[in-house]
């Protein structure tokens, strides 16, 4: 599974950004989706997660309710829609897919990683 994230950006604090992660392979829909940050200086943390329907989501209580995992499976793509956004949300977000189909929370459960997207919040 190759991932391919997108949608970074400079935004500033209050404002929102849509990132996506479109991955390769035809079993895309059976894979548990997540989406994790490493801020400077810091270690990498869980965001969000989805399970392969979409059915089932998890968050990070620092993002609960700003934040929203989504996916359309005919394209391939999970989205992280991001709004009322701070400075602490700055950081390189990655998207993960599992070789499960649930909704994980422990970057131990992922097996495959995107690059990673930069998203700055500043004024």
């Known amino acids: 599974v190759q991932l391919q994230a997108s949608g970074g950006g400079l935004v500033q604090p209050g404002g929102s950004l849509t990132l996506s992660c479109a991955a390769s392979?035809?079993?895309?829909?059976?894979?548990?989706m997540g989406w994790f940050r490493r801020a400077p200086g810091k270690e990498r943390e869980f965001v969000s997660a989805?399970?392969?329907?979409?059915?089932?989501?998890g968050y990070a209580d620092s993002v609960r309710g700003r934040f929203t995992i989504s996916r359309d499976n005919a394209k391939n793509t999970v989205y992280l829609q991001m709004n009322s956004l701070k400075p602490e949300d700055t950081a390189v977000y990655y998207c993960?897919?599992?070789?499960?189909?649930?909704?994980?929370?422990?970057?131990?459960?992922?097996?495959?990683w995107g690059q990673g997207t930069l998203v700055t919040v500043s004024s």
């Open positions: 392979g035809r079993t895309f829909r059976s894979y548990g």
């Open positions: 989805i399970n392969w329907s979409g059915g089932s989501t």
């Open positions: 993960a897919a599992s070789d499960g189909s649930g909704t994980y929370y422990d970057v131990g459960e992922y097996a495959y």
